[in-house]
């Protein structure tokens, strides 16, 4: 596609131009010598002409045209190349139209004469950067997780100071290729050298997965996670050790403190003193901790939202306050949407508070679905970030999208009951009910004792088999709880109607 910006990359690279009007300075290239510098740029900041075909390109996604979704990304890249977003978009249209196809070395079809070569795209980035990124993207369509194809792109984004594409490539060979230890290490040196130690620690914690025996992985993940801790606690390396035993003392005083058995008149003290403590430094992040935990204990979710999410903006985003504040949000939407439920049934006609209730469902499955997904862009190998992704796609009732990710989620041993029985709900809310059970049946296989777990997997059990008309079986789970549970939900009336009761 030709634009008034396509012109950029006819400029002779040691021209500087300063654009007049017309020209967002966003897009701006200031080329000089053999160095090319671009601008990464969000959304908000598209021109027009190009947002139209970003947006072209989001519904051919959606329609599952990815063909066309790769070239359209192509097209919006020729004219943002720092507009990463687009290159995500093309790279997950390559992996579900290849099936995520990775060769190495030469296997890729590319421009450089039928099969990819780093040394002479490398010889490329040395001149031309972005040119080079243009070749690149036209490999990994065809081989998305090609592990050469995207260390080059990272080293072209590198050279081009486009930080964020230079770690969104090898996050790619972190997703595709999890045990290419020595593109892992590159990457967990590259989040250190931006100051970035938690990610880091995550990354060298990817590589001990795949190989336990490397020991300089080891011993990376330890000195990340110690910055990392420092970082959150502001202690810098030259931090004296007063300042660290000092540190340590109020934090295990804090521990105590949420321990220690307190009546509500107790915590409601213990809060006034805080507060007080607060009101002198908004920016004490214990003091803020413990504030928000004593608003958890009272059980005011909305006020001990607001200061776990703030305790996670002064922390350098601690993921356990992240999570604790997502959930403590969460819980205090439902408190609300109880309240409006409750009104509701007292005044049935009311169109207001029905209008109401489904403003706040919708809005917390969009943010549920938000934050999940960026989890799993952060870590795609993490099981659990699969399961909360695959549980907002299934609240969002997006099925097709919760599957993949919920059956990736099945590795964690801990929460794979949980995940089989998400899956059956998944199956059968696509009509595949033998799948469902087949579900079930794997879940159950590891269920030994009669909890509040196997009575729902046997009921789901048995309602399923009941809509496959297999009416005996269906009769032979719910008897398994009705033998246990008498009052559990109704089956007391399915099982002793049968039996002509």
């Not at 507009?83 to 190495?104: C, H, L, N, Q």
């Not at 001990?208 to 080891?218: F, Y």
């Not at 992240?322 to 009104?343: N, P, V, W, Y």
């Not at 917390?364 to 938000?370: K, P, R, S």
Request: with cysteine; net charge negative.
């Amino acid at each position: 596609m030709a634009s008034e910006f396509g012109m950029l990359s006819l400029i002779p690279k040691n021209w500087i131009f300063v654009f007049g009007k017309g020209f967002p300075t966003s897009l701006t290239r200031i080329c000089m010598s053999d160095t090319t510098t671009t601008t990464e740029i969000t959304e908000k900041e598209l021109p027009a002409s190009i947002k139209a075909l970003w947006l072209r390109a989001l519904s051919a996604y959606e329609m599952k045209n990815y063909n066309y979704t790769i070239s359209l990304c192509a097209a919006v890249l020729n004219d943002v190349p720092g507009f990463v977003d687009s290159r995500k978009v093309a790279r997950r249209a390559a992996v579900e139209a290849t099936s995520g196809a990775k060769k190495k070395g030469n296997a890729v079809t590319s421009f450089l004469g039928g099969g990819f070569s780093k040394s002479k795209t490398e010889g490329l980035i040395k001149k031309d950067p972005i040119n080079a990124m243009v070749e690149i993207e036209k490999a990994l369509a065809k081989e998305p997780y090609n592990d050469d194809a995207n260390d080059c792109l990272h080293e072209a984004a590198l050279k081009a100071g486009m930080l964020k594409t230079a770690a969104f490539a090898l996050e790619t060979v972190r997703k595709g290729s999890p045990e290419n230890a020595a593109l892992l290490h590159k990457l967990g040196e590259f989040y250190m050298s931006q100051d970035d130690p938690a990610t880091a620690a995550e990354v060298y914690s990817d590589i001990l997965k795949h190989n336990p025996t490397d020991m300089s992985a080891a011993k990376l993940s330890k000195d990340a996670t110690a910055r990392a801790s420092m970082k959150a606690q502001n202690l810098s390396e030259d931090s004296s050790f007063d300042d660290i035993k000092k540190d340590k003392a109020e934090s295990e005083e804090m521990e105590k403190s949420e321990k220690r058995a307190m009546t509500r008149d107790q915590y409601k003290e213990r809060l006034e003193g805080l507060m007080e403590k607060y009101r002198e430094d908004q920016n004490d992040l214990k003091v803020v901790k413990e504030i928000g935990n004593i608003y958890e204990q009272l059980e005011y979710w909305s006020d001990a939202y607001v200061f776990y999410n703030w305790g996670y903006q002064l922390s350098n985003n601690d993921v356990t306050l992240q999570t604790k504040s997502i959930e403590l949000k969460q819980r205090a939407t439902d408190e609300e949407i109880k309240g409006l439920e409750a009104q509701l049934a007292a005044d049935p006609g009311n169109p207001e508070l029905q209008q109401q209730i489904t403003e706040l469902k919708s809005a917390g499955v969009a943010e549920a679905l938000a934050i999940a997904t960026e989890r799993v862009e952060q870590n795609p190998t993490d099981p659990k970030a699969r399961y909360e992704l695959g549980l907002a796609h299934f609240n969002n009732n997006d099925f097709d999208a919760a599957i993949p990710n919920l059956q990736q989620a099945k590795k964690n041993p801990a929460i794979r009951t949980s995940v089989l029985l998400l899956l059956a709900r998944s199956f059968d809310a696509k009509g595949m009910l033998d799948i469902a059970v087949s579900q079930i049946d794997d879940a159950l296989a590891d269920l030994h004792q009669m909890d509040a777990i196997k009575k729902d997997a046997l009921y789901e059990k048995g309602l399923i088999l009941s809509k496959l008309g297999q009416n005996e079986a269906a009769l032979e789970s719910f008897k398994e709880i009705y033998e246990v549970d008498y009052g559990y939900r109704d089956v007391a009336q399915k099982v002793e109607a049968a039996y002509g009761g």
